[in-house]
């Protein structure tokens, strides 16, 4: 046997021999692997399907309302906070039974069911919303403290004018016009070219104001 066939031959033994010893590891290995993926692929089928079903069901709660069906819609909700609270739509549709809370002067409720979805909002961006919408309510409360310091809890930034805006409502219900203004301005550079005529009339509001004060 010349030189090169015997190192060739042993190769190949050595081969052999490691895939005698290591030949059922390898095999789990591969198993698990396969485990893993398929695994992974349907967690996300029913991450996906879990999703589906929580927007359908707000559909019908939408649909419900828009009904008059307000014992359906309640139903409903309650299932999305009970098996879908992992979802955006539970805390979509809290928030819309807080807004027909709000209608119906049932604040206090209201503001029981914005601090369930404040707590279980997700995304940054719909927690600020959530909490604009809590200020709002607070506001109308009479709780000028509170709604300050709901909307204190809002990231910078976040809807910037029509924050801005109600701070400044929540500033005048607290006495303190000068802060008002500044926050009205606030809004009015926020917003833009879009700013509604309504926060240009609180300004000049407090611009009287002031002069007749003075």
């Known amino acids: 046997m010349a030189f090169e066939?015997?190192?060739?031959?042993?190769?190949?033994?050595?081969?052999q021999q490691w895939l005698r010893q290591n030949g059922l590891s390898i095999v789990v290995g591969i198993a698990i692997g396969l485990v893993?993926?398929?695994?992974?692929?349907?967690?996300?089928?029913?991450k996906t399907a879990h999703q589906t079903d929580a927007s359908n069901l707000y559909q019908q709660v939408q649909v419900a309302v828009a009904a008059g069906k307000s014992d359906s819609a309640e139903a409903l909700t309650e299932q999305l906070t009970k098996d879908y609270?992992?979802?955006?739509?539970?805390?979509?549709a809290m928030s819309d039974r807080a807004e027909r809370q709000v209608k119906a002067k049932q604040l206090d409720k209201a503001l029981e069911t914005l601090g369930w979805a404040e707590s279980h909002a997700s995304d940054?961006?719909?927690?600020?919303?959530?909490?604009m919408r809590i200020a709002r309510v607070l506001?109308?409360?009479?709780?000028g403290a509170d709604a300050l310091a709901a909307l204190d809890r809002m990231p910078?930034?976040?809807?910037?004018?029509?924050a801005?805006?109600?701070?400044?409502?929540?500033?005048?219900?607290?006495?303190?016009?000068?802060d008002a203004r500044k926050a009205y301005e606030a809004a009015k550079a926020a917003?833009?070219?879009?700013?509604?005529?309504?926060?240009q009339m609180k300004i000049d509001d407090l611009a009287v104001a002031g002069k007749q004060g003075a």
């Open 5 to 15: 066939e015997y190192d060739e031959y042993e190769q190949g033994e050595r081969v």
């Open 156 to 162: 910078a930034k976040s809807y910037d004018g029509v």
């Open 191 to 199: 917003m833009g070219e879009s700013a509604p005529q309504s926060v």
């Open 85 to 92: 609270t992992d979802t955006p739509y539970a805390m979509f």
């Open 139 to 143: 506001l109308g409360q009479g709780k």
């Open 124 to 131: 940054d961006n719909l927690k600020a919303l959530v909490q």
């Open 36 to 46: 893993g993926i398929f695994g992974w692929g349907k967690w996300n089928e029913h």
């Open 164 to 178: 801005q805006e109600l701070r400044g409502d929540v500033l005048v219900k607290l006495g303190r016009p000068d």
